[in-house]
């Protein structure tokens, strides 16, 4: 049988797989269209010059203008808003990463006593809803004089246990093998050092996607900035800073779109930068 009648029956094939695909098709784009609509006015609207409402339908502005991108920063004070959320997403990625992976280093190897139990409690806690334990955890971080302070709005949102994150770690710890132990311990290496020298950047994959959940969990926040920030406006976040776009008598709809567009940029290049991460270590995760 020749090369061109053995590649008909291929070709065929493909022809009627797409075929099948096509209701599939005709059912998604309309709503994947649906899906993105939102985003791309958001955009639009930052850089239009008329009124966002005065032909809602139209993408295209007719006048470019990066005026309200200038209004937000500076009369909407996203200038201090963005600083501040910059400030504690990187001390809540610090400390979710550093004592997820602890605690993940720590149920993944070894026998420890009572792990199962702790496992337990740990998925236990992730069906609380947050909003139930904001007083205890403002309480706490009232007696320690950290209230109205980034500090504190910090400590709040990575002291709950990140219960994801250490399931991760763990059961990427768990499948390591026992012989990368062994030689550290025969070397002299302790524990301590066994888990920064050897643990820790084996699971860069794991690192990278508990980075992206966090970053983008203490970017987006507002409960907690809320509850902790109350009497210091400027000490806000760009969570809780966006609604200082809606005024009693009316809402900057065209700054409220610019900012929008800045809180969001920063997280898609984030994202972008650390997706091989993501992909690895929840390929990693499932395959555990």
């Not at 029956?9 to 009627?16: I, L, Q």
């Not at 309309?30 to 966002?52: D, N, Q």
């Not at 792990?115 to 236990?124: E, F, N, P, Q, S």
Request: proline letters at 6%; hydrophobic letters at 55%; charged letters at 15%.
């Amino acid at each position: 049988m020749s090369g061109s009648e053995q590649a008909a029956p291929r070709r065929k094939k493909r022809s009627w797989r797409r075929l099948r695909q096509l209701p599939t098709h005709a059912v998604m784009l309309p709503l994947a269209i649906l899906w993105v609509y939102p985003f791309i006015w958001m955009v639009s609207t930052a850089f239009k010059a008329e009124s966002p409402f005065a032909d809602a339908l139209r993408l295209i502005p007719e006048v470019f203008t990066l005026d309200n991108f200038q209004r937000a920063w500076d009369v909407g004070n996203f200038g201090q808003y963005f600083f501040n959320t910059v400030v504690v997403t990187a001390g809540v990625v610090a400390i979710v990463i550093i004592v997820s992976s602890l605690a993940g280093y720590g149920l993944g190897r070894g026998d420890m006593p009572g792990r199962k139990l702790i496992v337990g409690a740990l998925v236990a806690t992730m069906f609380l809803p947050s909003g139930y334990s904001i007083i205890p955890v403002f309480l706490l971080i009232d007696s320690l004089g950290l209230n109205n302070s980034l500090a504190g709005v910090i400590l709040a949102m990575a002291g709950p246990a990140h219960v994801v994150a250490i399931l991760l770690f763990m059961g990427y710890f768990a499948a390591l093998p026992k012989e990368l132990e062994e030689a550290a311990t025969i070397d002299g290496a302790g524990h301590p050092r066994i888990y920064a020298r050897i643990m820790l950047p084996l699971a860069k994959p794991v690192v990278g996607t508990v980075a992206i959940f966090n970053i983008i969990g203490a970017w987006n926040a507002f409960l907690v900035p809320l509850v902790f920030t109350l009497t210091r406006p400027d000490l806000r976040t760009i969570g809780v800073g966006m609604y200082s776009f809606f005024g009693e008598f009316g809402t900057d709809w065209s700054a409220l779109a610019a900012a929008a567009v800045i809180a969001i940029a920063p997280i898609v290049v984030v994202f972008l930068w650390l997706q091989k991460f993501f992909i690895e270590g929840i390929a990693g995760a499932v395959k555990n």
